[in-house]
């Protein structure tokens, strides 16, 4: 099945001319390493190839090349593909809907991808869409210089929490293995990814760490965070502070809930069996088994109670 689909999809990029990658809004190592290794396999193929984003890439991942490829705005006539990486529905994105008029390849590893491409390659055994994009490159054979292997890189290497979470398989060890034969510095690339934290970005994960609380015998850590904080310290990605929050002895769950515009983001961690994509799908968001999340368009206050309402109910389920 995988191996037609992969056909299919070389089949249908080979007949294109032109091709707009779309990674999912605010976008993720992952995302963001699988589209720029893309884009450059794309080129050398002799694609016309564009990377469409309105989101400023996050500054550890700024060490990247993405000069060439990264745009926030085309003209869509004068592409006839559109290929989306990373992204588990079309809400991922829906802030490029005026750009959605072409056909679309979905390339993803989420389990709770909607399949709502025309060709679809949903792999959630992959650890990250840069694995499903090595393959595809391989299958193509691009030649695999310095920057793709960089850009796989740290596509695999995020997405794997640095090759610690449950997705990292023996095959994930086998493509990095051939990555680090291509020349690139792991340890420069570690530095930029993890070793890398603005100094305002730190006091303000030191005054929502502050804030923290615990429950169900301090195996749930949850904290909210509002706009105004935010604002303050001009700081747009969590994901850190639902990891370090999850890193704690005992925690089984870390929850954080931010204020945006007009809703509230509730994202979610877990450690082991505990299935949080299942709490964000009842709630129309999604993920992985061990990290999850969904909007609502509640208060952070409200948010919190529902959270913790939900998590009672599992509790009081398994025991
Ligand atoms: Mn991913």
């Known amino acids: 099945m995988r191996v037609m689909m992969m056909k299919k999809i070389i089949n249908r990029i080979n007949a294109s001319k032109s091709i707009v990658i779309m990674p999912h809004l605010k976008p993720d190592g992952d995302a963001v390493g699988s589209s720029l290794a893309l884009a450059k396999g794309l080129l050398k193929l002799n694609k016309k190839v564009k990377i469409i984003s309105l989101d400023e890439i996050s500054y550890e991942l700024k060490f990247l090349d993405f000069h060439d490829f990264w745009v926030s705005s085309l003209n869509i006539d004068e592409y006839d593909l559109i290929i989306s990486l990373d992204s588990s529905d079309i809400d991922r994105l829906k802030d490029r809907i005026e750009f959605l008029v072409k056909p679309i390849i979905n390339i ?31 299958e193509m054979n691009v030649d695999f210089d310095t920057e793709i292997s960089e850009d796989l890189y740290t596509a695999i290497a995020t997405d794997t929490g640095n090759f ?40 303000f994960d030191a005054k929502v760490l502050d804030q923290v609380e615990f429950y169900n015998n301090n195996q749930v850590g949850i904290v909210t965070i509002s706009h105004e904080i935010r ?19 005992g925690v089984e769950i870390s929850v954080v809930i931010v204020e945006k515009e007009n809703e509230v983001k509730i994202s979610m961690r877990s450690k082991s069996d505990f299935d949080v994509a299942e709490i964000a799908v009842n709630h129309g968001g999604g993920g992985h088994k061990n990290a999850a999340g969904f909007g609502m368009a ?21 025991g």
């Open 108 to 138: 993803d590893h989420h389990k709770t991808n909607t399949f709502f491409g025309e060709l679809n390659f949903v792999d959630s055994e992959a650890s990250a869409t840069g694995e499903i994009i090595y393959n595809l490159l391989i």
């Open 164 to 203: 610690m979470y449950s997705n990292t398989t023996s095959i994930t060890h086998e493509i990095i293995a051939k990555l680090m034969k291509n020349n690139i510095d792991v340890t420069e690339i570690s530095r930029n990814l993890f070793q890398n934290i603005p100094l305002k970005k730190f006091i």
């Open 231 to 249: 604002n303050t310290y001009g700081c747009k990605n969590t994901d850190n502070i639902v990891e370090a929050i999850r890193n704690i002895e």
């Open 298 to 318: 509640t208060t952070l206050e409200a948010a919190k109670k529902l959270i913790l309402e939900e998590l009672d109910n599992v509790y009081a389920r398994i």
